[in-house]
Each structure stands twice: as structure tokens, then as C-alpha cells.
């Protein structure tokens, strides 16, 4: 090569294994400011670029040497200033040497992939086989993708873990190893599916999750590795357990029901859960419980409900927190119903029906409820709601005097139910109790129901049971009707029923009291095949019958007077029962006759049978006399 004003070449091709020195040492910067040298060297070696000392480069391009000419040679380029390497020298074993004194701030581009060097990196280039480097504040990546696995056949690669260190591609798939020390490693791993998140001295595996709920989890500690299994018939499984192997797949109700859509169940372990899930339409909460006659799952709080749509509780005991343990509002069409659950009245009104649309409804089925508090009552209606009680136990185990306050537009169903706490019916509008087969017995001193409303609905009383202590059965107050059939009132009241409102009666009894139906202001009689309203007295008394009421004549001898001002058409029987044995039952007419078919009484006489079992029914007809249209046993006339 060819030097002028000051430049000197030295050397030799490098073909054969020479160098190539091109020193720019003593040439003036006056006389190479902005100048431009070209050395045309044999087999395509251009030198071309202008004195580095006031900004210039230096440029040797290669890229037309031949690869025969370039077998292990070396060119050493020392990094100074701004220096920039194009061509491919090593493509044949040869080698390019960089000093890293100084800084490099160019780029490097090799064979294949790219490689940005920063301040104080060593970047190394990759090769077309799928090695890419990279590198950011003095890292270095590997980058492994691309690479034939036959290539790597029983290959091994070591990284050491350190800080920042990524490694990507799969390089042991035909039987290589990577080994990676964990000790110290802070990143997380993220795998195809969850996270782990290591320590030191600690492998954690990546769990297994099916959509958003992660059903493998692994947990390691102290050199241990423990995978936990959490794959349910559900995904939606609550247990407040952070132990591994007990845990569910949430810790709260309100989480589980956040994430459930409508058709799912939600199991519940046992455990206690102090918190106010608001309840979904379509997701139902089942206690998933051992012993499923012992509701160990309880919900201390409050579940609300006013979406558009049905739910079902089942196996859970809901305990009131200060507020309702249960509570329907809105205007929505909503449906709840409770299975086999325990609802405790402890610190408050344990059950609010208040939804004001009329198709609402709480459905109760064989629950267990109890007034734990007597400042508390069991259960409150307002609204227009449903509440349907349906083979139930309603214990009040306080003895509380508090009623159940039913108001509004709604309906309370009971059947096949017991209850220990008082009903009460208020307000203006038109309020519907539908009671059928239930038991009132109280055996203390409370009337069972108030019914205090003052407008008329659809209200019925039947095949129940009541036992009231020394207190009235039921109140009626004006305004308002109820129809009562076929029940049993047992008192020692005076009065069995009482009040102002109307009051249909047909087929009841009424035990121990001596006049039960003379608190009624408004009685009417209703008739089932030819039978009229019954009282039973239990002990030999005096008194005067009742038209339209059956007697059951008992417990020694009874002296009975018949109504002196009866209406035509009424109706009384007698029979006399098997506690009588050994009396003498005497029924007497204040005035006309007593006429059977053998004869008639004479004017204010009376007919007597001392024989159990027999039976009289005598109807008062014309206005004038009582007509035995049943006898049956022995009856004489006096």
C-alpha cells in the first residue's frame, strides 16, 4: 500500500498469515482536517476515512477478501476514540480481538444477529445457527432459540444464578441438562400457567390453574418441596384455611360468589365466616359438611338478596351479626330458598322479608330457627312479598314476648310447621295468613296469634293446634276476618278467641275454658257435612250451650242450659263421652219442648242419658221447639 504527506504503510498481504499497519502518527492536523486517504490494496482491501484526532474515521472494508485468504488470520483492533469494523474476517476460525479500555460506543455487527453495546458491556455476536446475545447494565442474555436439537444432543449448560440472568430456548431436549443455582435467585418464574416465586434454598414448582381459578399450588420451605391438590367437582370451594392440603379455592363467600356466574354451586367447609355476602341469582351456597345433620358451616352476618332471579342456601346456619342474618329488598322478582339451615335470632331479628314486589318469596324448608335474645323476635314482613314456612321447628328458646311483625301487601305461608312465638298482624293494608297443620305450643302464657290488621285479606287457620297457657288463643280486632277450621284450642283462659273482627268457625275444639266462644263479637258458623263448631270440656261443669257448637260431655256429670233466644235453623250436639262414665248428663230448654221421636219434654223440662258413647242432635225448628234429628245410645225425656 501506497502512504503520502505523512501516512506510511507497512506489512504485507495477510493471505498468508501477515498484517496490515497503517500508522497516521505526525501528520499534521492542519494539513488532515477534513482530508480523505484511499489505499488500494490487492484482493479488494480499501482503506478510505479522514484523521480520527479532529472527528474522522477510519474505515477498513474486507468484505471482498476471500474466505482462503482470511484462514487464521487475526486483525487486532485497539478500541480508541470512534472506530468502526465491517466485513467478516472470522467467517474461516479467524478471530477479532476488541480491547475493552475505552469506551465502544458503535455498533457490532457480525454474521448473524445483532448485538448493542452500551456503556461498559461486552456484547458477544451470535451465529446463524439461533445464538443471539444481548445485554443491558452489565448482563449478558443467551438467547437459544432456533437451535437444531441435534445439535444438542447429551450437551449440558451451566448458568450459575445471578442477578437479572433470562434463559430461553429448550437445549436439553435430546438429553442435555441446564443446571440453575437457586441460591440467591430473586426473579419470579412465570411458566404456561401461575407463578412461583423462589428463595433461597427453594424450588417452587408452577401450579395448574383450569380458567382463573388455580387448582395445583406448590409451597416449599427449609429444602422442601409440597405440591397441593385442588381439583374439585367445583372450582368454587371455600374454606378460610392457609394451610397447604386444606385450603380451598377461596377463603370467603364473597369472593366465591364475586367470581361465580350463574348455574354453579358453591361448597363451604366448616368454619365460621363473619362477613355479608350479597347472594347471586343462579349460584347456590351448600355446606359441605361431614354430618349433614349438624350445620358446622355459620355465616355470622348478614345475606342479602335483591337480584332478579333464585338461589338456595342448604346446610348452613346463618347467625345474626347486629343486623338480619337473612334480608330480602328491592323491587326485583327475587327467590330464596333455605334447605336444612339453622337461622338464630342471637343479637337482632333474624329474618327480613321486605321485597316490595309481589312475586317475591323466602322459602323455608326443614329449618331449625330459635330467639336466642328475648329483646328479639324470630322473623319480620313488610312489603309484598311471599314467606313460605314448610316443615319447620321455630324454637324461642329466650322465652321472648316479642312477635313476629307481619305488615304490608305480602302473605305468610305455614305448614306442617311449630311454632313457640307469638304472630302478630298490623297495619292498614290487606295483610294474608295461610296457616295449615301447625302446632302453637306454647304451655306458658302468650296468645299465639294477634291478628291486628285493620283491613281484610285472605286469612285461614287449619288443623292447628294451640296451647296457650292462661291466655287467649287468638285476637281478632275490627276490621279484619279470619276463618278457623278444624283446629284445637286448648286454654284456661276465659275465652279461647276473642275480639271485634269476624271470625268463621267451623270444626275447631276448645279445651278446659268454660265459655270459649264468648269473647267473639262477630262469630260466624260454618258447616262441613252437617257438623257444627265443637267444644270439648274436659272437667263436669254448669253452663250454657252455644248454638252450632259440638259438645263432648265429659268427666262426670254436666248440667247443660240450651240458648233461650236461638234463631231457626241452629244446631247443637252432644256426646257423651267415656270420662263421664258413672255421671248423669242433663240437658235442659229454658222454654218450648225437647221432642224426640218417642216423645216430647214438657215445657222447660230436660232429656238425660247417663250411658257413654251416646249421642244427641237436636235442631230448633219454627221457632219453637228443639228436634232430636240424631239419638242414638239412651236418652229419657223429663
Known amino acids: 500500500m501506497n502512504g503520502a504527506d505523512g501516512v506510511t504503510t507497512t506489512g504485507s498481504p495477510v493471505s498468508l498469515g501477515g498484517t496490515v499497519t497503517i500508522g497516521l502518527a505526525n501528520v499534521p492536523n492542519s494539513a488532515l482536517q477534513n482530508s480523505s486517504f484511499t489505499t488500494v490494496g490487492n484482493n479488494g482491501i480499501t482503506v478510505t476515512g479522514s484523521p480520527t484526532s479532529l472527528g474522522g474515521t477510519l474505515t477498513l472494508g474486507l468484505s471482498n477478501v476471500p474466505n482462503s485468504a482470511l484462514q487464521n488470520s487475526a486483525i487486532t483492533v485497539i478500541g480508541t476514540g470512534t472506530v468502526t469494523v465491517t466485513g467478516s474476517p472470522v467467517s474461516l476460525g479467524g478471530t477479532i480481538t476488541i480491547g475493552s479500555t475505552g469506551v465502544v460506543t458503535e455498533q457490532l455487527t457480525g454474521n448473524t444477529g445483532v448485538a448493542t453495546s452500551l456503556s461498559n458491556n461486552i456484547n458477544v455476536v451470535g451465529d446463524s445457527s439461533g445464538i443471539q ?71 417452587n414448582v408452577n401450579g395448574y390453574t383450569n380458567g382463573v381459578q388455580q387448582l395445583m399450588e406448590t409451597y416449599g420451605s427449609g429444602n422442601t418441596l409440597k405440591i397441593e391438590n385442588r381439583t374439585w367437582w367445583t372450582p368454587l370451594v371455600v374454606d378460610p384455611s392457609s394451610t397447604a392440603g386444606s385450603q380451598g379455592t377461596y377463603t370467603t363467600i364473597g369472593a366465591a360468589l364475586s367470581a361465580a356466574t350463574s348455574g354453579q354451586n358453591i361448597y363451604i367447609r366448616p368454619g365460621t365466616y363473619t362477613e355479608n355476602p350479597t347472594l347471586v341469582a343462579g349460584v347456590n351456597l351448600i355446606a359441605h359438611s361431614p354430618d349433614p345433620n349438624n350445620a358446622t358451616v355459620i355465616i355470622q352476618g348478614t345475606c342479602s338478596a335483591s337480584f332478579t332471579g333464585s338461589c338456595c342456601l342448604e346446610g348452613i346456619t346463618l347467625e345474626t351479626n347486629s343486623n338480619y342474618a337473612l334480608s330480602l329488598t328491592g323491587s326485583n322478582n327475587t327467590k330464596v330458598t333455605c334447605k336444612n339451615c339453622n337461622i338464630l335470632a342471637t343479637n337482632n331479628v333474624a329474618i327480613n322479608q321486605a321485597s316490595t314486589n309481589g312475586s317475591s318469596s323466602l322459602w323455608l324448608f326443614d329449618c331449625y330457627g330459635d330467639i336466642q335474645s328475648s329483646s328479639y323476635s324470630l322473623f319480620q314482613m313488610s312489603g309484598a312479598g311471599y314467606f313460605s314456612i314448610y316443615w319447620c321447628y321455630l324454637a324461642n328458646s329466650s322465652n321472648s314476648n316479642n312477635p313476629n311483625i307481619c305488615q304490608g301487601t305480602g302473605q305468610l305461608d305455614m305448614h306442617y310447621s311449630r311454632c313457640m312465638s307469638q304472630i302478630e298482624t298490623t297495619g292498614s293494608s290487606a295483610f294474608d295468613l295461610l296457616i295449615r297443620h301447625c302446632q302453637f305450643p306454647f304451655n306458658r302464657n302468650l296468645t299465639a296469634i294477634v291478628h291486628g290488621q285493620t283491613a281484610t285479606g285472605f286469612n285461614y287457620v287449619q288443623w292447628s293446634t294451640f296451647a296457650t297457657g292462661n291466655q287467649t288463643c287468638i285476637t281478632v280486632a275490627s276490621g279484619t276476618e279470619i276463618s278457623l277450621h278444624f283446629n284445637n284450642f286448648e286454654t284456661t283462659a276465659t275465652n279461647a278467641l276473642s275480639g271485634a273482627g269476624t271470625v268463621y268457625l267451623c270444626n275447631n275444639t276448645y279445651n278446659y275454658g268454660s265459655s270459649a266462644l264468648s269473647g267473639l263479637t262477630n262469630p260466624l258458623y260454618e258447616f262441613s257435612e252437617g257438623t257444627s263448631e265443637q267444644w270439648l270440656s274436659e272437667s263436669g261443669s254448669t253452663f250454657t250451650a252455644i248454638s252450632n257448637v259440638n259438645y263432648a260431655l265429659e268427666s262426670g256429670s254436666n248440667t ?48 238425660q242419658s247417663n250411658v257413654i258413647y251416646s249421642t244427641l242432635k237436636l235442631v230448633y225448628i219454627n221457632g219453637l221447639d228443639w228436634v232430636a234429628t240424631e239419638l242414638n245410645g239412651t236418652w229419657t225425656l223429663h
Do not use: C, E, M, R
Request: net charge negative; proline share 5%; no cysteine.
Open 133 to 203: 446475545t444481548a445485554g443491558a447494565s452489565h448482563t449478558l442474555t443467551l438467547s437459544l432459540a432456533n437451535i437444531p436439537n441435534s445439535s444438542l444432543a447429551n450437551s449440558a449448560i451451566t448458568v450459575d444464578a445471578g442477578s437479572n440472568i433470562t434463559v430461553t430456548g429448550s437445549p436439553v431436549s435430546l438429553g442435555g441438562t441446564i443446571t440453575i443455582a437457586a441460591s440467591g435467585a430473586t426473579s419470579v418464574y412465570d411458566a404456561d400457567v401461575g407463578s412461583a416465586s423462589p428463595s433461597a434454598s427453594v424450588l
Open 560 to 607: 247443660v242450659t240450651l240458648p233461650s233466644s236461638p234463631n231457626n235453623g241452629d244446631i247443637i250436639s252432644f256426646v257423651v263421652g267415656v270420662s263421664a262414665v258413672g255421671g248423669t248428663q242433663k240437658i235442659y230448654t229454658p222454654s218450648g219442648f225437647i221432642n224426640t221421636a218417642t216423645g216430647s219434654s214438657s215445657s222447660g223440662g230436660y232429656i
